[in-house]
């Protein structure tokens, strides 16, 4: 068991438990279904995750969530409101092995006469034996409601590879709390600090743009990255540091190599669509070209006129237009806050088609994939997606698609129907699957013993 750090002034009282799901295709870690992960709405705790390695074996799991995610219970009329939520995390060697190199719990016992707002933050400690030399262990980090009795479960990569990459990086905030975010806000005061022993760090900014998302059947060349930087400058380690314009900066204790943490602004208030400027962007993936020329006007004020007619006029009434903006301007702003890297969320692979065809049903990692699984996986109308993890020294949060053309006739259905009023979802993939599967079980032909 390990002492841990907490910032929180609540009760914490030491467990232990484990469990691993398993399926047909699917063994260890990789059979954990992520789906939660991504669902912009449910009851359940939705926590924050930043790694920091302490040293060469001590790493630190800083987690956050909102007591608004919590389920607090009035025992008696006369007790205070009580939640209790069990926070633990499991050390794998690999997703495919199941030995566990180290184990930290701790259970958050917290009660309030009045419920109110406020961020439940803390720490675990895990350690990795010296005897050990991988480049990645395997975190599954597990958050169980009791009151609810359900479970959120993340995994991440502890990644042990290169003692320059961004988990060896933590940065706090003026009040000395953990960022979680990776885009930060101007003209505000941060604290960055390397667990390096150096006096300096040195950053690089850059202010670039970045092409949209292609559809899925629609393969692009990839077009290399020049890592020349707009400009460089250095900060303390440990020190306090402000930014004063939109791009991303890129943190390093050595400059020779591409290495680095990097944190973001792309503009006030992001992740969400607050500007009519904001509206803009994703407009793109629904519309033709002429279309989108229409909108893409140096005017904001005449681009929301001309966004607010295409909605109604393929809606046919103002309230179903009024419906299916909330939508997808709602899965924009989640494709922000679950797959912002080195662009906008909305901008990425998985951004694109969480907008259009919205959360996934189920979600796999391993290693080195995500794959997202919408309706039934065996079904003969496919639609299972699978992701590349890239290496990029920006982020560990950036996935390429691996695009197919059969993907063509599910996506020309899902952008009809949102051309047509309707909000596509899980539940029109799953009509579509069930007709095609039908269709061919009326027409294959009978199956005979003899």
């Known amino acids: 068991m390990k002492k841990m750090r907490i910032k929180s002034k609540l009760i914490f009282l030491l467990t232990s438990v484990v469990l691993l799901s398993s399926c047909a295709t699917r063994s260890g870690l990789r059979a954990i279904d992520l789906s939660h992960v991504y669902q912009k709405n449910g009851l359940m705790v939705r926590p924050k995750i930043r790694i920091f390695h302490e040293n060469n074996y001590e790493s630190t799991i800083h987690f956050a969530f909102s007591s608004d995610e919590m389920l607090y219970i009035r025992r008696s009329g006369d007790q205070p409101f009580g939640a209790h939520v069990d926070v633990s995390v499991f050390v794998y060697e690999t997703f495919e092995k199941s030995t566990l190199i180290d184990t930290a719990h701790v259970t958050i016992v917290d009660s309030q006469e009045v419920l109110s707002h406020k961020m439940i933050t803390g720490s675990l400690p895990v350690t990795i034996p010296g005897v050990m030399q991988n480049e990645f262990y395997v975190l599954l980090i597990r958050f169980h409601d009791r009151n609810r009795k359900l479970y959120f479960d993340e995994i991440r990569l502890l990644q042990r590879s290169d003692p320059l990459n961004r988990q060896n990086f933590l940065v706090l905030d003026e009040n000395e709390n953990v960022v979680f ?4 806000e101007l003209n505000k005061r941060y604290r960055i600090k390397s667990n390096q022993d150096l006096e300096r760090l040195h950053v ?155 959360p996934p049903s189920q979600i796999y990692r391993t290693q080195d994939t995500e794959t997202w699984v919408y309706g039934e996986e065996a079904s003969s109308l496919n639609y299972t997606f699978v992701f590349d993890r890239m290496i990029n020294p920006f982020t560990d949060n950036d996935f390429q698609l691996r695009r197919k053309a059969e993907y063509r006739y599910g996506w020309g259905i899902a952008i009809e129907a949102w051309r047509h009023g309707r909000i596509y979802d899980i539940e029109d993939i799953k009509r579509a699957q069930d007709e095609r599967d039908q269709q061919l079980r009326q027409t294959a032909p009978p199956y005979l013993w003899y």
Request: charged share 25%; proline share 4%; hydrophobic share 35%.
């Open 181 to 184: 975010s990776d885009h930060i």
């Open 204 to 358: 690089r900014y850059y202010d670039r743009e970045f092409d949209l998302a292609l559809p899925p059947f629609v393969k692009g060349e990839p077009k290399s990255f020049n890592f020349r930087a707009d400009s460089t400058f250095a900060v303390s380690n440990d020190g306090w540091f402000e930014v004063d314009k939109p791009g991303f900066y890129h943190f390093q204790t050595d400059p020779t190599t591409n290495e680095g943490f990097t944190l973001f602004h792309y503009y006030s208030n992001y992740p969400l669509v607050t500007k009519k400027v904001h509206l803009i962007g994703p407009m793109r993936y629904l519309t033709s070209n002429l279309e989108y020329e229409g909108m893409d006007l140096k005017s904001d004020d005449i681009a929301k006129i001309a966004i607010d007619q295409f909605w109604i006029r393929h809606a046919g009434t103002e309230e179903r237009a009024r419906d299916q903006v909330e939508e997808f301007y709602e899965r924009v702003e989640a494709a922000n806050i679950f797959f912002s890297s080195f662009k906008q969320g909305w901008r990425t692979d998985r951004g694109v088609l969480y907008i259009v065809y919205g």
